[in-house]
């Protein structure tokens, strides 16, 4: 089993930064893809970004492509999401999952675990 829980959400101005943080346990995550996704109420949770298991190869939705960069440290058993020039469509709560084995980073139904979500929040 793998747990995983994010941090550093938060409010933030239109413009502004902010860096998600997503701490494994139980399990080392070193082959694990990973994966970042967003819900807003009455959506379906919507790919983010993702990052396969030695950072080599990254994807992003093109909503955020230019503007957020995921990285892993698997020294760390922990994954990134930094997010700049924020916009208050990013709006969310936003989702850190594991997939192992890599099967489809994209959609969330092959994800094999997820933590609980951090609040984003972006004024304008």
């Known amino acids: 089993q793998v747990q995983l829980v994010e941090s550093g959400g938060g409010l933030v101005q239109a413009g502004g930064s902010l860096r998600l943080s997503c701490a494994a346990s139980?399990?080392?995550?070193?082959?694990?893809?990973m994966g970042w996704f967003r819900q807003t109420p009455g959506k379906e949770r919507e790919f983010v970004a993702a990052v396969r298991w030695n950072g080599g190869s990254t994807y992003y939705a093109d909503s955020v492509k230019g503007r957020f960069t995921i990285s892993r440290d698997n020294a760390k058993n922990t994954v990134y999401l930094q997010m700049n020039s924020l916009k208050p469509e990013d709006t969310a709560v936003y989702y850190c999952a594991a997939e192992n084995p890599w099967r489809n980073l994209y959609d969330s139904g092959e994800y094999d675990y997820w933590g609980q979500g951090t609040q984003v929040t972006v004024s304008s």
């Open positions: 139980g399990r080392t995550i070193s082959q694990y893809a």
